[in-house]
């Protein structure tokens, strides 16, 4: 096994995606609570943003 070089990762980038990721899982994981309690619509608006987020993320990056 090697080890990985993260010298090249900007501070600026770590905290963008560190971002991206909590409010993509806070959001999907939220949807789906609010879906178990039977709230579709706050559910359905909270996995909507995950997804919406997931695909800024993509732009951003790529």
Do not use: C, Y
């Amino acid at each position: 096994m090697g080890l990985v070089d993260i010298s090249e990762v900007t501070p600026q980038f770590f905290i963008l995606a560190a971002f991206f990721i909590l409010l993509i899982g806070s959001s999907f994981s939220f949807g789906i609570l609010r879906l178990f309690q039977k709230r579709k619509q706050q559910g359905f608006l909270s996995l909507g943003v995950a997804v919406v987020a997931f695909i800024v993320m993509l732009i951003t990056f790529f």
